[in-house]
């Protein structure tokens, strides 16, 4: 059971690491000021933000170990962190 805990914990730091990753891009390259206070507002991907959702689930649907919390937080957290300091 324990391993299992582990393999889970790396799992997710995989999927933290690449949300943060895939957020630093969004920041860059497509957030507006209101993306950003949206993810702020909602500290993390806003709910009614179906399309884009479903791009990344859809980006991710062929890894059955794809763990949408883990990203959601890596991706939240570097577009909060850039909201926080504009």
Not at 6 to 27: S, T
Not at 34 to 43: G, M, N, P, S, T
Not at 61 to 84: M, R, T, W
């Amino acid at each position: 059971m324990e391993k299992i805990a582990q393999i889970n914990k790396v799992q997710n730091k995989k999927w933290y690491e690449q949300g943060y990753a895939d957020g630093l891009e969004f920041v860059q390259n497509e957030a507006d000021y209101e993306d950003l206070a949206a993810i702020a507002r909602a500290k993390g991907i806003p709910v009614n933000w179906d399309i884009f959702r479903a791009e990344i689930l859809n980006k991710y649907l062929n890894n059955p170990l794809f763990d949408f919390q883990a990203y959601s937080e890596g991706f939240s957290q570097v577009c909060i962190k850039f909201f926080e300091s504009i």
